[in-house]
Nanobody
Framework: QVQLVESGGGLVQPGGSLRLSCATS????????VTWFRQAPGKEREFVAR???????YYADSVKGRFTISRDNAKNTAYLQMGSLKPEDTAVYYC?????????WGQGTQVTVSS
């Protein structure tokens, strides 16, 4: 079955960096786009970044220039490199893949930016 597993979250100081990973299985990863979302306490889940099967990339304005999304098709894994982190980046980060019309989500990984 389709599975997505995020990892790499943690506590980081403002200005710091983290790299999140989204390990996938159960579908042909290279044929699908992967999207990162995040949800802060008391807020709705919001789009962060997307990478298509052809590696075309899209970012939310709030992270453009600070975050980089990438994929390794040989490892069936997507990444989100986050830099210049701000307290407002604090959230649970989720990866998502829409496979044959069904949306699949990972369990999320907590990112906390605080001094």
């Amino acid at each position: 079955q389709v599975q997505l597993v995020e990892s790499g979250g943690g506590l980081v100081q403002p200005g710091g960096s983290l790299r999140l990973s989204c390990a996938t299985s159960g579908f042909s990863f290279s044929n699908y786009f992967v999207t990162w979302f995040r949800q802060a306490p008391g807020k709705e889940r919001e789009f962060v970044a997307r990478i298509r099967w052809d590696s075309r990339i899209y970012y939310a304005d709030s992270v453009k220039g600070r975050f980089t999304i990438s994929r390794d098709n040989a490892k069936n894994t997507a990444y989100l490199q986050m830099g210049s982190l701000k307290p407002e980046d604090t959230a649970v980060y989720y990866c998502n893949a829409n496979v044959t019309g069904t949306a699949y989500w990972g369990q999320g990984t907590q990112v906390t930016v605080s001094s």
